[in-house]
């Protein structure tokens, strides 16, 4: 009986939290995107593409980031060239909730909880940003390749993260490592 409280347990912390932080996230998201009368997308979104080309220009790239006209989100360009766009979705912003949930579900001390969620969500933040400039830049340079690098490289960068990252909690931090 003990296991099955711990797993109700385990449940209801993670989807509390995550259709809190969910609702919280929406609620930004109403306010701080609009497509009237011109796009433009949240500012989360924005400031992702805005650093995804600073981390360009630093290997020597002339990157550039303009907002898309006729959509919720940011072009990308490599040399004056479309590369990619970056939609909310791109953000990290959603995958840092998943994140986010898993850890107060697993909740270790409430010291380490707290440092580890925001250290683990900078990490995943700075890691997204790193593969959304890796993905731009193969596409400049592979373009038949954009599926691939797309469909299997860019999510397997940032899921490898961040079960990585869970493996890591529940095995050094988490009360349930017992």
């Not at 072009?75 to 949930?101: D, H, M, P, Q």
Request: proline content about 2%.
């Amino acid at each position: 009986m003990n296991k099955h409280k711990k797993v109700v347990i385990f449940l209801i912390r993670f989807f509390v939290t995550y259709a809190l932080l969910f609702v919280i996230y929406a609620t930004y998201l109403k306010n701080s995107q609009q497509k009237k009368p011109v796009f433009k997308t949240a500012s989360v979104t924005t400031l992702v593409a805005n650093q995804t080309v600073f981390l360009l220009d630093i290997f020597k790239l002339n990157a550039n980031a303009i907002q898309h006209e006729k959509e919720l989100s940011v072009k990308l360009l490599i040399n004056n060239k479309y590369t990619a766009r970056v939609i909310e979705g791109c953000n990290s912003i959603s995958i840092i909730i998943l994140f986010i949930a898993f850890i107060i579900a697993f909740a270790g001390s409430v010291k380490a909880t707290i440092i580890y969620t925001l250290l683990g969500s900078a990490f995943i933040y700075g890691i997204n940003v790193a593969r959304i400039a890796f993905l731009s830049f193969m596409i400049y340079k592979y373009p038949n390749q954009q599926d691939l690098l797309h469909n299997l490289v860019f999510p397997a960068i940032i899921y490898g993260a961040v079960f990585l990252l869970w493996v890591i909690w529940v095995n050094k931090f988490s009360k349930y490592k017992e």
